[in-house]
C-alpha cells in the first residue's frame, strides 16, 4: 500500500483483541466497509488502511500505527483531520496520539506565514520570551476595552489579545471594538500589538479580518475547531502578511493528543502562534504534555516556519522565572486574569511581569 | 443576571468542591476572569455565569445548571459552542449534558429549512421509514461509483449518500463523481436521491453546492465539526431549497452528550437529518443515547421542522425489525456495508432491505 501518513493511535483494550482493534481502525479510517466486500484490486491495494506496528504501553494500552494513503485528503485540512480521527473519535477507547506526514502535504499546507521569528520582529524583540496579556471581562463596552488596552501598553506587554469570548456581540461590536482599541494604542504611540478575535463563518472571518487590516493590526486569533479547520487554513493563504494565533477552545483535546492537534496541526495550517493551557492552572494538562506540545509547535518540521507556544490558563505574575525555566526564551507567557485583578495596580503589574521575563538571565 | 441560555454540565469530583467547580465554570464560560477583577457593574450584573442547581447524580457525578447570557452568543453558531463548551472542554472532569435555548434564538438560527417531512416528500414516502445506503470505498472513479449508484437505486433504496470519506480527490474529483452519479440515476428514471458528500472551507463547499444544484442534485452531506457549525448555518440560510446530511465525523461526542451536539444543536444549526452510531454496531453508543438523541431531533422545539434520526454504524439486514420496534416509522435506516458486502446479490440484498422495511408493520 502507497501509505505516506503514518497515523498512531493509543487503543486502550485486552492484549487479546488488539491485533483486530489495529485493523479494525484502519479500516475505519480508510474505506470503512468490509474488506470482503471491495471487489477493486486498487483499492486493496493502495487505499485499505495498513497496520504497520503495534506496541504493548503497558496496563492496558497498546499503541497501534497505521497507514493511510494521503491522496485521501485531497490536501484539504479538514478532510485531513477526516481521514485521521473523522470516524474513530466515535470510539471510547481510542485516542489519536500522533501523525507523520509526508513532505509534500507539509509543502501543500504551509503552516504559519508568519511564525514565531515574525512574531518576535513585529515587536522588536530578539532574545528573551514575548509577553502577552488579555482584554477581558466580555461585556465591556469598546472605550473600556481600550481604555484597559491602553493599560496594559503603558506597562509595557508586546500583545494584547481579545478574550477568546469576545465577539461580535451587541454591547461590544467586532467593528467598534477594533477601531477603538487600534486607536488607543496607535495615539498613544505604543508599540504593543492588538490582536483581535475573529468568529463566525468564512465570510465573516474575511470581513472581521479587513476590518482590523483597516486598523493597522497585523495579528489576529481565531478558534481552529470552531472555525473549521480548512477555513483557518483558506484566511493563512490569503492573508500571509497577517499573523494568526490559535485558540484551543472547542479543542476537547482529551482525545486527540494536545501535543498533535494543538502543536502541530494547528501550526500545519497556518497558526503562528498556539495558545494552550499550561501546567500547574486552571486545566489538567501536564508537564510533560505542555513540553511536547512546546516542541511540536517549535521542532524542524519540513520547511515550515515554527510557532510560538503560549502557555496560558491562570498563569501568575510569581510563575514567570519558573516558566521561563521550563520554556526558556521560546515563548510567549500569556498572563491575563492575574494582571486584571490588580485592578487600580494593573499597570504597575504589569510594568512588574514584563521587566521580569526582560531580566530573565536566559541561557 | 440576564440567563437566558441554560447550559446543564455533568462534573465528575468530591461532594465538598462541587459547589466551587460549578461557580469556577460559569466563570469560565462567561468572563474567564477572576470575578473579584472585575469592576463594571453591569457585567457583574447581566454577563457572570450563575449557577442555578446542582444535584447529585451519584456515584461521584453531579449535574450544575449553569445561566448565560444569550448576547454573549451574538447568534452565531460557532459563538454559541464557544460559549457553551469552549474552555470546558479543555477540562477533563465535565461534560456538556444539555443546553435549553430561548425562543429568540431558536428563531434566529431557524433550524432545518428540508427537514424530515420534506425528505419523506422528496422520495414519495409517507408512513413507512426512509432507506439509505452508502457509496464505498473510497479510491473507486466515479464510473464504478455511478454503476455502484446504479445498482442500489435498482434495489430501490430512497437515498444513496456518500461515504464521509469521499472528498475532492484525484482518484475521484467532486464534480465528475457527481455528475456520474447524478446521470447514471436520472438516465435509469430512478427516484433516489443521491447526496453527495460537501468538504473543505466555506468556498468549496459553495462549489460543491453549486455542483450538486446543476446535477438536479436537493440533499448534500457535510460534517459540521469539520466544516465548522458556522459555515453549515450559512449554507442552510443561503440555500433553503436544499436538504443537509449531517455527519457526525470528528464529533467525538464523549464529551458532549450525542443528543445535544448530533440531535439538538445540528438540527438547529440547519440539518434536516442526523448520521449518528447506533447502539449494538461498531460503535459504543447506548440504547437510552440513541433514543434521547432521536428524540431531540424530532421533538417539537421552537418552530424548527424535524430533523431525521440516521442510525448508522455497522448496521445489518437482519436487524432492520428491531431497528424499527426500536425507532418507529421517524427514522432513517442507513445500511452501508452489509450490502456491500454481498457484492453481487447487492440488488437483491437491497431489495430485502426495502422489503422490509416497506412491509413492516408501523404501530
Not at 473523522?86 to 470510539?91: P, Y
Not at 509526508?102 to 503552516?111: I, R, S, T
Not at 513540553?291 to 517549535?298: D, G, I
Amino acid at each position: 500500500m502507497k501509505s505516506s501518513i503514518e497515523a498512531v493511535y493509543h487503543i486502550r483494550c485486552e492484549a487479546g483483541v488488539v491485533d483486530g482493534r489495529a485493523r479494525a481502525i484502519a479500516v475505519e479510517q480508510s474505506v470503512e466497509m468490509p474488506v470482503e466486500g471491495i471487489e477493486d484490486e486498487c483499492v486493496l491495494d493502495e487505499i485499505v488502511g495498513e497496520v504497520h506496528e503495534i506496541r504493548d504501553l503497558g496496563r492496558g494500552l497498546f499503541e497501534a500505527r497505521i497507514g493511510l494513503n494521503a491522496q485521501t485528503t485531497g490536501d484539504d485540512a479538514g478532510q485531513l483531520m477526516n481521514m485521521l480521527f473523522g470516524n474513530a473519535s466515535l470510539l471510547d477507547d481510542v485516542a489519536l496520539h500522533d501523525a507523520i506526514l509526508p513532505p509534500e502535504m507539509l509543502a501543500a499546507f504551509g503552516g504559519p506565514r508568519q511564525g514565531f521569528a515574525e512574531l518576535k520582529a513585529r515587536v522588536g524583540v530578539s532574545r528573551r520570551a514575548l509577553t502577552c496579556s488579555a482584554l477581558k471581562p466580555q461585556g465591556m463596552a469598546p472605550a473600556a476595552l481600550a481604555a484597559l488596552a491602553r493599560r496594559f501598553a503603558q506597562g509595557g506587554v508586546d500583545y494584547i489579545k481579545d478574550d477568546h469570548g469576545l465577539a461580535e456581540q451587541a454591547y461590544s461590536p467586532f467593528a467598534d471594538r477594533v477601531e477603538a482599541v487600534a486607536t488607543a494604542l496607535r495615539s498613544g504611540g505604543f508599540n504593543t500589538r492588538y490582536v483581535p478575535s475573529l468568529t463566525g463563518d468564512l465570510d465573516t472571518l474575511r470581513r472581521e479580518i479587513a476590518i482590523a487590516r483597516e486598523n493597522g493590526i497585523d495579528t489576529v486569533m481565531l478558534a481552529p475547531i470552531i472555525s473549521g479547520v480548512s477555513n483557518m487554513l483558506a484566511l493563512a493563504r490569503d492573508n500571509p502578511d497577517m499573523a494568526i494565533l490559535a485558540h484551543p477552545a472547542l479543542g476537547g483535546a482529551a482525545r486527540i493528543a494536545p501535543p498533535l492537534l494543538i502543536g502541530k496541526l494547528f501550526r500545519l495550517f497556518g497558526a503562528g502562534a498556539v495558545v494552550f493551557p499550561n501546567y500547574g492552572g486552571r486545566f489538567g494538562y501536564s508537564r510533560e504534555t505542555c513540553k511536547a506540545l512546546a516542541r511540536a509547535a517549535l521542532d524542524e518540521w519540513g520547511k515550515l516556519r515554527p510557532s510560538v507556544p503560549v502557555p496560558a490558563g491562570g498563569m501568575r505574575l510569581a510563575r514567570v522565572p519558573e516558566l521561563l525555566d521550563f520554556y526558556g526564551a521560546e515563548v510567549m507567557l500569556l498572563i491575563g486574569g492575574d494582571l486584571l485583578a490588580a485592578r487600580e495596580r494593573l499597570v504597575e503589574e504589569t510594568k512588574a511581569f514584563v521587566a521580569s521575563v526582560e531580566g530573565y538571565a536566559y541561557g
